[in-house]
């Protein structure tokens, strides 16, 4: 039963261009968060999705930032034209949401975005 | 809105001590679950410990214990017996299940070093 899966693990991208990553959430969870994390700081949420929907995504900033969770396939957030600034971790998480002794959150090993 | 504050940034202690960690929180939900997660140098997220907001027993998981006092909004971490693999970051989360609002929230994390 694999946990949730990031990729790739290091990403480094030039100012300008696209940045995609990957979380493939664990088997059965139809619940994806994506957060944000600058060294030496908390994890910032950014948003959450279910299958084919944005729930809640004020975390996200109004530009060049988008989320999205298809049917089929892993979640994907995408910068556009990232800037330095966008250097950091990015980790997803997924849950059942099902109420009960089970309930959490399980993360990924992250994606460490270096933008030079 | 939910918040989470962890008001220490950091806190040191001695191998085989015990060490409390604070965490206090706001929401107008009555029922939500509340989580302690470590994140070693290796960044993973670990979950610690889980408590339910409508149990009023507290959690225990091996050396670690929280003290949740649901009216004060209060849901500190013991750990007890340091080890030195203890040092990590430790981040106090909040969960609630219902619709939209279905997301995990954190504080700023808490920097805790275990002296040999």
């Known amino acids: 039963n694999a946990g949730v899966m990031q990729n790739p693990r290091h990403l480094v991208r030039r100012r300008g261009q696209e940045a995609r990553l990957r979380c493939s959430p664990m088997?059965?969870?139809?619940?994806v968060y994506w957060y944000r994390q600058l060294p030496e700081e908390g994890l910032k949420f950014m948003v959450y999705l279910q299958k084919e929907n944005i729930i809640d995504e004020s975390g996200m900033p109004k530009e060049r930032f988008s989320a999205e969770f298809p049917k089929e396939g892993p979640s994907i957030l995408r910068i556009q034209q990232v800037v330095r600034g966008d250097s950091a971790a990015y980790f997803c998480a997924s849950s059942s949401l099902l109420a009960g002794a089970n309930t959490e959150a399980f993360f990924g090993q992250g994606t460490r975005l270096t933008v030079v | 809105a939910q918040t989470v504050t962890q008001s220490q940034p950091e806190m040191s202690v001695q191998e085989a001590e015990t060490v409390t960690l604070s965490c206090t929180y706001d929401t107008s939900e009555n029922n939500y679950y509340l989580f302690w997660y470590k994140q070693p140098p290796s960044r993973q997220m670990i979950l610690v410990i889980r408590?339910?907001?409508?149990?009023?027993q507290n959690a225990t998981e091996n050396r670690f214990s929280v003290n949740f006092q649901k009216a004060a909004k209060s849901f500190s971490l013991k750990i007890s017996d340091s080890q030195l693999g203890d040092t990590a970051m430790y981040f106090c989360?909040?969960?609630?299940?219902?619709?939209?609002?279905?997301?995990?929230?954190f504080g700023k994390g808490i920097t805790l070093s275990v002296r040999p």
């Open positions: 408590q339910e907001a409508y149990k009023q």
């Open positions: 989360a909040f969960m609630i299940l219902t619709g939209a609002n279905s997301k995990l929230t």
């Open positions: 088997k059965g969870h139809s619940h």
